[in-house]
């Protein structure tokens, strides 16, 4: 895989985006944020998604904002399943 320059320069300047407003990032999203932050670290080849991740990092906390939503005080969606007795046919 090759260094590609200019998506390298992008990342970097969207880490820079998110590293302002980290506190405004969920858990998952702290965890993905802190992973690509090391990951572009130092020049090298990453993945075409790493971009595209950052910028919906930063759509979700546009998002989360227009709703008043807070990751510190909100929790997260939480699927209940029901439970159900074992059929004992």
Partial sequence: MSL???RHAEVTRLLDQVEAVADALTANELELFRH???KYGDPGPGA???KICLEVML???EIRKGYGLDPKRD???TIELERRK???S
């Fill in 4 to 6: 590609n320059l200019t």
């Fill in 48 to 50: 075409d998604d790493d």
């Fill in 75 to 77: 929790s997260g969606r």
């Fill in 36 to 38: 690509l932050k090391a």
């Fill in 59 to 61: 759509r979700n906390i």
């Fill in 86 to 88: 074992d059929d004992e």
